[in-house]
C-alpha cells in the first residue's frame, strides 16, 4: 500500500490526469509528435528512489493568497489551462522523461496547508533526483517550494540557495495577521533568520508604481538585490549587462531556485494576470535570462505563478506560461536551439 506524504495535512492531492493531456493525433507508424503524447503521469506517493522520472510537472491549486492580498482570484485554475495548452505543443526533447505528477489542492481557504503540501511535495521529487517545475497557482506558493528545496538538501554539503525572481512586485511585505500573495520572500527571510541564516534574494523586473517606499526600504535592509523594470530590455547589451550584475550572485549560490511571476511580463503578453501592466518586460527578455541561467547548472527547481485564465485574452498567457514550461525542458534536456 502507497504511503501517503500528505496524510496529516488538510489538502487535497489529485495525481496527473489524462483528461488535463489532449491534441491532434498524428501518424501511428512515426514517433510521438506532442507533448499530450509523451506526457507520463505519476502519483507522488508511488515515487520510488529508483524512478525513471527526470522532470515533474506539479500544480499548486490555490488562491487564497490573493484573496487575502485583495488581488483579482482565478489563478487557482492556472495549472489547468498550463496543462491544456502544453499538451498541444510539439515536442522536442528525447533525453529526459517528463512526468505530470497531479495538483496539490487549497482546501476551507487553508493556504498554510497547502504551502506546506508543496513543501513536502518537493521535498519528495529533488530527494528522488526529479526536477520540479510549479504551475500555479498564487506567488505564495515560492514560500512552500523554497523550504521544500532546503529540506531536500538539509543534509549535503551544498546548502546555499540564491532565490531570482522574475517579477513585478518584491512580495517582501511584513505579514499582518495571515501571510498572503504579498509576503512569501519576506517569510523566507524571517524563517532563516530563526536559525541565524541568510538568503539570497534576487529581483528581476521590479516596477516602482508597484511597490512602495515601505518595500524599498525593507530590501535594501535585508540587502535584496534587484534589478528595475527599464534595465530589463530586451537588447542584447543590456541583456548582458544584467547577467553580468548576476554573475557574483551566481557564484556564492550552490543553487539556484527560479520563480516567475507571470505579471513581470508587460500586459501585451500577458494580460491574464490580478495585475497586468505595460511597463513589464518581454518574453524574449526572459527567455534569454533562462538561457543564461540554466548554463550555469545550478537551477534546482523552478515555478511559475499568477497565471489567471478568467483574465487571460485568447489564452495569451497561457500559451506563453506553456512555452516558458517548455523551453526550460529543453534547456534540461540539453536540446534547445534558442
Known sequence: MKKNIFERLHIDYQPGEKRFWTGRKSNPDIENQYWHQEIELQNINALQRKNTTDIAILGYVCDEGVRRNSGRIGAGKGSEIVRDRLAKLPIHFEEKSVADFG???CIDED???????LSIGI?????????PIVIGGGHDMAYGHFMGIRDAIKNTSKKKIGIINFDAHFDLRPVDEKPNSGTP????????????ETIDYFAIGIQRQSNTKELFKIAQEQHVDFAINYECESSSEEIKILQNKLLPFIKRNDYLYITIDMDGFSSAYAPGVSAPSPLG???????????FLFDTNKVIS?????LNPSLDRDNLTANLAAKIVDFIVMKLNKKDNF
Do not use: R, W
Open 281 to 291: 518586460f518581454t518574453p524574449y527578455f526572459v527567455f534569454k535570462m533562462l538561457h
Open 103 to 105: 495538483d496539490i489542492i
Open 111 to 117: 493556504m498554510e496547508a497547502c504551502q506546506q503540501g
Open 123 to 131: 521535498s519528495h521529487l529533488i530527494s528522488k533526483s526529479v526536477f
Open 302 to 306: 523552478c515555478d511559475i505563478a499568477e
Open 185 to 196: 520572500f519576506n517569510q523566507i527571510i524571517s524563517e532563516l533568520k530563526k536559525d541565524e
